[in-house]
């Protein structure tokens, strides 16, 4: 079946630092990715579409300059958290769906970022 | 706009014992509705789905769920749990204007399974 891969599946940075995070679909092409962040026993939130070739669609409320989404080609989509302050520590997830058409997401494992 | 709620934080099953754990949503119209489990270090597993049709919806490992419109309700069963299926379930709806890929998610159960 598809399989999403993410890396780092985890990372601790200095603040203010910037730290990137990959998500890769592994045995299909994904045009559209998605990127989530779970806080600590909260649900996952949808912070924005990864469009390949073109510009990410950011939720509202979600700091575009802050989160920079790159979806350079069909297999991988990349989150920049920039200039990272404690309460950035999260846990990221990506997911994509394959162009296949089917009305399934494939999630990936999450990076959890913790920033000291 | 759409949102779901788990009222169950955890639940603790006897291995064996059947289970049921409950999800409302909140939607003006049929939504997609589905069923997610996320074990330690591992990434999201769909459950099972449901988009319209029959109410009561066959998944993987022995899951099923029913969509209740009447009681905004799709929760999710499983007749004899095993130890393997101690896990953290999310709910996850998504309307049919935006389609499936905009997901809303509950806040989780956490299933604990005890000897």
Redesign the interface.
Known sequence: GAV?S?HP?WVICKSGTSVKIECRSLDFQAT?M?WYRQFP??????MA?SNEGSKATYEQGVEKDKFLINHASLTLSTLTVTSAHPEDSSFY?C?A?TDSGA????????SRLTVL | AQSVTQPDIHITVSEGASLELRCNYSYGATPYLFWYVQSPGQGLQLLLKYFSGDTLVQGIKGFEAEFKRSQSSFNLRKPSVHWSDAAEYFCAVANTLTGFQKLVFGTGTRLLVSP
């Open positions: 999403v993410q599946s559209t998605f026993k909260q649900s996952l939130m949808l579409t997830i997911s769906r009305n399934v997401l494939t999630f990936g494992a999450g």
